[in-house]
């Protein structure tokens, strides 16, 4: 049997925002927060009392028009001190950006004081002695600063909860490895205002920086070296969250009979917190690592990849002998070829027989758990889900998503929509796979 996957798949969005009106913010069933109207837009011209007051941003925006080297027509400096119990975060963003991040309600709701406590010591420090945190920052041998816990973590608890000291458009951070690229010329004025209404600078000075023989201003430098990637409302940013920044990287999700990396990091635009959660039991005084990059990466592209960060790795897989890194990299370039063959049958390029395509849904799923790339497998089950459902063989989509769950279950919030849609989706699959 040869099959076409279709076109259609099922659109699992929740009611809420299926029916949201498109002038209206969605409702947040989660944390039972209505955002109400959206923000209107706001610049350094905005003059309306009405609107001003109605902004939770306690500086007046510092906008620079017309950026060189970037295709953004002006971008904004927006700040709130009263953020992340009182430390301050800063916006370096098109007007457009800000509004969208005031209207999700997280820039107005902080997290209460009693759950952040949990997380982050006061003040928004790195905290090495709070009782109540399950790490500490401390010297690491050979590493530099790193997280280490200071007693049992267990597989899926959140340890640690960063929120911004700034986040900001990726236009004004150009790749330096990309000939012709420098950073723009108004970027410095734009990270030096950012920087000074902070109200804990040190909470971003304290940082890493590798970049200091590019002359770059100190807000870039610590960006580049620390920040993660974000898209916010369709554009690319880079987010600064301190204390996550302080967990090290690693590539090899195993080292003996442990893996090596032992969090997974999943940011929340909700609240603007990035969340930490444990993807494996964590020992006392044992380090928390993280990956700073997709996992799947061969060895030449993780290299190039953590090159924005400033380093070179030292983990035992990127320093393996040639064959293994070998073994390794063929098994990593043949799940990326499977999964660009997967793209090509969505499209319609390619046909499969029901046997060949099956075959393919093994072996990708073998390959990553060769690799032991775990928290890519949500990922993977999530996308062999609908493309089982699209060819209407719905029992083997439901036992995809049934593993989708599982594995989500063990790395995510049960209470985040996400793993409610994944339920949802083994709901609706389950009913279709009962009919047929």
């Known amino acids: 049997m040869i099959f076409l996957l279709a076109a259609l798949s099922i659109a ?40 001003l007051s109605s902004i939770p941003w306690t500086h007046q925006p510092f906008c620079v028009d017309a950026l060189s080297n970037t295709e953004a027509r002006k971008l904004c400096v927006y700040s709130v001190d009263t953020f992340n119990e009182n430390t301050g975060f800063s916006l370096i963003a098109t007007p457009g950006t800000a509004a969208h991040l005031v209207s999700t309600g997280a820039v107005h709701h902080g997290p209460a004081t009693w759950r952040s406590r949990h997380f982050i010591n006061y003040g928004g420090r790195p905290a090495s ?18 997280v280490v816990a200071t007693r049992l973590i267990k597989t899926s608890d959140v340890f640690m909860v960063s929120f911004p000291a700034m986040i900001v458009d990726n236009s004004l951070i150009p790749s330096l490895f990309n000939e012709g690229s420098s950073p723009t010329a108004e970027g410095p004025r734009l990270f030096q205002r950012a920087l000074d209404q902070l109200t804990d600078r040190e909470r971003l000075t304290s940082l890493a920086k590798s970049w200091g023989a590019k002359n770059l201003h100190v807000v870039d430098d610590v960006i580049r070296t620390n920040a993660f990637g974000l898209e916010i409302d369709g554009r690319g940013h880079k987010g600064l969250f301190p204390e996550i920044a302080r967990m090290n990287h690693g590539c090899d999700p195993k080292k003996a009979h442990l893996p090596l990396i032992s969090a997974s990091i999943r940011y929340d635009e909700r609240t603007l917190g990035m969340i930490a959660r444990a993807t494996r039991d964590i020992k006392p005084g044992e380090e928390i690592q993280i990956s700073y990059i997709p996992l799947g990466l061969p060895q030449a592209s993780r290299a190039r990849a953590l090159r924005n960060w400033g380093f070179e790795c030292t983990c035992s897989l990127c320093t393996a002998p040639p064959a293994d890194r070998e073994a390794s990299d063929s098994r990593r370039a043949r799940l990326g070829e499977i999964r660009r063959t997967f793209g090509a049958m969505t ?7 029901y046997n060949e395509f099956r075959a393919l849904s093994h072996e990708i799923v073998s390959i990553a758990e060769r690799e032991r790339l775990t928290t890519m497998m949500v990922e993977i089950n999530q996308e062999l889900t609908r493309m089982w459902y699209q ?46």
């Open 129 to 146: 002695d709070n009782t109540d945190l399950a790490y500490k920052i401390n010297q690491v041998v050979g590493k530099g600063i790193g």
């Open 347 to 353: 499209a319609g390029e390619v046909r499969l027989t």
């Open 391 to 436: 060819a209407g063989v719905y029992d083997e989509a439901v036992r995809y998503a049934r593993t989708a769950v599982k594995s989500a279950k063990a790395y995510s919030d049960t209470r985040t929509e996400f793993f409610q849609g994944l339920r949802r989706n083994l709901i609706i699959l389950e009913g279709l796979a009962a009919e047929a």
């Open 12 to 51: 699992f969005l929740p009611l809420s925002s299926a029916l949201a009106p498109p002038t209206q913010c969605q409702w947040d069933t989660l944390n039972f927060f209505c955002g109400g109207f959206c923000s209107p837009t706001i610049d350094d011209n905005t003059i309306s009392a009405d609107i």
